[in-house]
Structure formats: C-alpha cells, structure tokens
C-alpha cells in the first residue's frame, strides 16, 4: 500500500518526485510538498523523466519556456571573453553556474610538517600549525587567483590557478615556475577564456570549462609524469567536479554527469532544479552529496541514481563540500558575513554547525596526524583536533603578524 503525507518543507523550488520508474507529481502551495514515502525519493524538481529516458518531457514556464534537462544556454557573444572574470559574467546567463561558488577564497594545503596558503595571490607557510606565518613569494598575477594548494612527498610546492596556470616552487614557495598552462593544451584546442572549475591536486586532475562555438564546452584532463591528458570533453560549463579511482562527476548547470574515472563513457544522470548547485563529493563508490544554495545538502545512497535534499541550515548558501577522517563528511557555507562549517557523520541525515567565523572560509585540511585547520575570510586560523570542534582560533595571515621570510 501507497502511504502519502503532507511535509513542510523551508524548499517551495521542489516541484516533482520521481520514485521507481514513475514519476509523481505534486503541487506546490505555501511552501507545502506531498512527498509518497513508499521506495526511494529522486528530487527531480523541474522535469518528468526517468534517468533513461533519451528525451527528457519538459514543463512550460510563465513566461512561455521550457524547463528542460540542464542549463539553456546561449550563443557565444560576439565579443568574446578575453578572461576569467568576464566569463563569470557571461556563463552566468547559460543556466544557474555560481559566480559566487567561485569567489576567491582563502587556499590551503598541508604536508605533515607545513601548511602553505594562497591569499590574495601570495603564498605563505607556517611549521607550528598555523600559530606565526612566513610570507613567501607571489604565485598569482593581477587578475588571476589560485584555487588549490599543495606540498608532495618530495617537497615540491604546487598551485593551480584559476586561469589553468600551474605552477610549482622548489625552494620553499621563494620563486615559482609555470609548468602547465592548461588553457593552451591542444587537448583543449577550441576552448577560450579557459577556466578550471575543479581540481585534485594528488590525483593529477582538472576540469576546465570554456566557450566552443557556439555553446559553452568543459574538459577532464588527467596528469601524470609525461604531462597532461585529455579524459574527456563535456558539453556544458561545468560548476564543479570530483574524480577517484572508481567514478568521475560532474556538476553542469544543475545536470550531474557520471563516469568512470577518466570520464569516456560518462552520461548525464539526474537534474536537479530548484537550488543552485555548487559542488559535489563521492565518499563512497554509493553514497554522494552536493553541496547546494539555500542550505541544502543533497545526498546519493546508489552511486549517484537517486538523491534525496537534507536541510543543513536555512538562511546559508553551501559553497564547498568533501570527506573527512572518521566516517565524517563537511560542508562550507555563508550567510552574509559569516562562514559556517558543517559535520556530517556515516551519512546521517543531521548536520552539525561545529565553527563560524568571518566568511569565506578554506576548505579544512589535516595538519599532521593531529589538528584539522581552516582559513577564515578575515586571515583568521582556527585549529581543532576533529572536525566537530572544539575549534579555537590559533593565529592570523593579516600583514601585522607575518613573520620576515625565512
């Protein structure tokens, strides 16, 4: 038997559920959704149509559209963008792409001696956990920021910008040398105003996203010791993306793309409208999450089939999500001026506000085998032992404690 009950629910955006092979629609009415509890709930908000399905049944809008699978997206102007920062403005209009998610944010990276940070295009380090910090040398050029930071086994300081730049330092972030540029690799031949939209430094990966006339187009390159490979290409502008040895995904526009590892056989999964989606996670060759506006945190328990929405907190935009240790996973979010950081532990359904502090904030990394540490948008430090706090503040990047170069 059917059971139905009638949830409130803080999201009027969700629109539809699909359960099994059979979609369900409800009506929405003063923030109210019928939700049938029978099987497992798909929130597909805007569409009616099943994963695999070659040709998705869209709804008419208000204004005399059409809601359909994934970003609507433009021409390509007839100027075309020459940067980063005006591409932001431009793929803005090809679906709910998050110029915000990729605001510039505090960059750190740690080995089990050092955590380096990228802040406002400068690189610094810290040995005692991020009490005093030493400045080091500019990676970033005017215009350009970094958007990952890391140290390998061997020493080597490596930063990926969001211009597709790769660089890495040698002598301790002094000096910095361009090893990549990802923009120019004719595995991306056809893209311009090239951006990285994600990457995994210990995994050797990055998605770019660029204009291929005349709609926007996204890549996955793989690198090893002889270089850069191309993965994959990918119609649409991707938002974010995740890889691990068994899956790769994809967030473009609010269409999640699924994989293998390097991405040849990947396809468009579910479409999930109704909140702007920012980033997206696997801790778990399972179970999923994505990272979205309006507090909500979206979670797979198949392997990316089927998502269910889990409320973290209304009122906050999530930014950021990923695995910690221990069976935890975090999210990163703001609400005006102040960040939040979220713990999730075995894939509850409850999450957790365990710091706030000026937004934006760093995505956490362990430090060592003891301390987790995260940035703050004010050059705060804040240490803990565990990603559930207690969390205390342990120093600052402002220019008034920075330590002489070493």
Request: include cysteine; aromatic fraction near 6%; hydrophobic fraction near 40%.
């Amino acid at each position: 038997m059917k059971v139905s009950i009638l949830h409130r629910t803080g999201h009027p955006g969700l629109r539809s559920l699909e359960r099994g092979d059979q979609t369900v629609w409800r009506r929405v009415l003063c923030g109210f959704v019928l939700f049938t509890v029978t099987g497992c709930v798909h929130w597909t908000p805007a569409l009616a149509y099943r994963d695999s399905d070659q040709k998705p049944k869209t709804k008419k809008s208000d204004s005399g559209g059409k809601k359909g699978g994934g970003p609507k997206a433009s021409a390509a102007p007839q100027n075309a963008p020459v940067n980063g920062r005006s591409y932001d403005d431009i793929i803005a209009q090809s679906g709910p792409a998050r110029r915000r998610a990729w605001a510039p944010r505090p960059i750190i990276g740690a080995s089990d001696r050092l955590l380096v940070a990228v802040v406002r295009g400068s690189a610094f380090s810290s040995a005692d956990g991020g009490a005093t910090w030493h400045g080091r040398g500019p990676v970033a050029s005017q215009g350009d920021e970094a958007v990952a930071v890391g140290i390998t086994a061997g020493g080597v300081w490596t930063c990926v910008l969001r211009s597709g730049r790769v660089a890495e330092s040698r002598d301790g972030g002094q000096t910095w040398m361009t090893t990549a540029e990802l923009a120019s690799l004719s595995e991306v031949s056809g893209l311009r105003a090239v951006e990285v939209a994600g990457v995994g430094l210990t995994g050797s990966w990055a998605v770019v996203r660029g204009w291929s006339e005349p709609l926007p187009s996204s890549a996955l390159l793989v690198g090893d010791a002889s270089g850069w490979r191309l993965g994959t290409r990918i119609a649409g502008a991707a938002v974010a993306a995740w890889r691990s040895d068994w899956i790769f995904a994809a967030i473009v526009g609010s269409t999640v793309i699924l994989g293998s590892s390097n991405g040849e056989d990947h396809a468009r999964g579910a479409t999930l409208s109704g909140a702007s989606l920012n980033d997206i996670v696997f801790v778990s060759p399972m179970q999923a999450w994505i990272a979205a506006d309006s507090g909500l945190v979206i979670e797979s328990r198949d392997g990316g089939r089927t998502w269910l929405p889990r409320p973290v907190l209304a009122g906050q935009d999530l930014d950021a999500i990923g695995p910690g240790d221990g069976g935890f996973t975090w999210v990163v979010g703001r609400s005006g001026t102040r960040g939040n950081l979220s713990v999730n532990r075995q894939g509850r359904p409850e999450w957790t506000i365990a710091l706030q502090a000026p937004a934006p904030l760093s995505r956490p990394v362990r430090y060592g085998s003891s301390d987790v540490v995260v940035l703050d948008g004010a050059g705060g430090v804040w240490a803990a032992r565990s990603l559930t706090g207690p969390w205390s503040r342990r120093g600052s990047l402002d220019q008034g404690s920075l330590k002489p170069a070493s």
